[in-house]
């Protein structure tokens, strides 16, 4: 709904729609050129590109699009229809990106469903963390070297079955 409404808002907005005749009136060949026409995309956290170019009519058309397009949220042109961004959850090789489009009056409990975007992250197998989950893994751990030392001295003396098991609990504090 709040996307619908930004993108009926745009297309009935003189200015939005007195910018993008300039850029049609200025770049005829570059704007009306292409079915689709995409902006350039912003490297990951806003790393510094090369900058606007003006050498040449394309790379002009390019930097005068690409602020036309961060003045009014937009991803891409399809003729004279707006493309606007929208709010999305990326799964990358480094991590889990959420984008929320400036234009969007963000509420976290309708907007997104953060449960699912956990799941997704916690796919890489990512364990929980925080003091209560790193001091209990840390306790496992210690369990576990013990649980082991003990079984090791259980097969030395040649224990089976429930004999065995008794053995490894008796001889190391924690079970």
């Known amino acids: ?28 060949e570059q704007a ?7 902006r350039t995309l912003i490297l990951e956290r806003n790393w510094e590109r090369d900058g606007a170019r003006f050498e040449n009519v394309s790379q002009s058309f390019q930097a005068v699009f690409d602020l ?3 003045k009014y949220y937009l991803w891409a042109m399809e003729g ?10 990326v799964f990358t090789p480094l991590g889990t990106q959420i984008f929320i489009p400036g234009y969007l009056s963000f509420d ?13 992250h916690r796919a890489r197998g990512v364990p929980r963390q925080g003091p209560g989950f790193s001091e209990g893994r840390k306790e496992a751990a ?34």
């Open 1 to 28: 709904m709040k996307y619908e409404e930004y993108e009926d808002a745009l297309r009935r907005s003189e200015e939005f729609q007195a910018d993008w005749q300039q850029i049609k009136d200025s770049f005829p």
């Open 32 to 38: 009306l050129d292409k079915k689709t026409i995409r």
């Open 68 to 70: 036309f397009c961060w």
């Open 80 to 89: 004279d229809q707006p493309q606007l961004l929208k709010a999305s959850v």
């Open 108 to 120: 976290s409990k309708r907007d997104l469903d953060f449960g699912k975007v956990a799941k997704l």
């Open 142 to 175: 210690k369990m576990k070297v013990l649980a082991k030392q003990a079984d090791q001295e259980a097969r030395k003396k040649r224990l089976k079955g429930d004999k065995r098991y008794a053995f490894i609990c008796s001889n190391y504090s924690g079970i």
